[in-house]
């Protein structure tokens, strides 16, 4: 079933049919700008971000998302990446680099290491109290 949404690119109100985020004109401008890159880096293997994006004029957030959706495969474009969402370093796959895993691993040990040496509060006995309304005087 089709709904009403705005594009994601030009904020235009179009039909979605479950799959593509944008209208069709800004899908097929996409695709153009895609073919243009692809065609860029058959040729220039090797090239990073910053040449393609200087070669095609294509947005680099556009090549991020590209690559973070693995439209181009990093064993045949070993110079495409994203960020690392925490440091900002080039990765391939994933949100975050190796050594940011390692520090986020390396914290959440020392927290469960502290959270082990602290001991637990002792046990209280519970008191419950009672009023009645209805007591006889």
Not at 36 to 64: C, H, M, R, W, Y
Not at 90 to 108: M, P
Request: some cysteine.
């Amino acid at each position: 079933m089709e709904e009403l949404r705005n594009c994601s690119s030009c904020f235009k109100v179009y039909f979605f049919k479950g799959v593509i985020d944008m209208c069709s004109e800004c899908h097929a401008e996409e695709e153009a700008s895609f073919k243009q890159v692809f065609s860029f880096l058959n040729e220039n293997p090797q090239a990073g971000i910053d040449q393609i994006v200087e070669a095609t004029g294509v947005k680099e957030d556009l090549l991020f998302r590209w690559a973070k959706t693995r439209r181009f495969q990093a064993s045949h474009f070993p110079g495409i990446g994203y960020p690392c969402e925490k440091c900002s370093t080039k990765i391939n796959q994933g949100k975050l680099c190796s050594s940011c895993i390692e520090d986020i691993n390396r914290e959440l040990a020392i927290f469960e290491a502290g959270r082990k040496t602290v001991s637990p509060a002792p046990e209280r006995k519970t008191t419950y109290f009672s009023t009645r309304s209805n007591r006889k005087r």
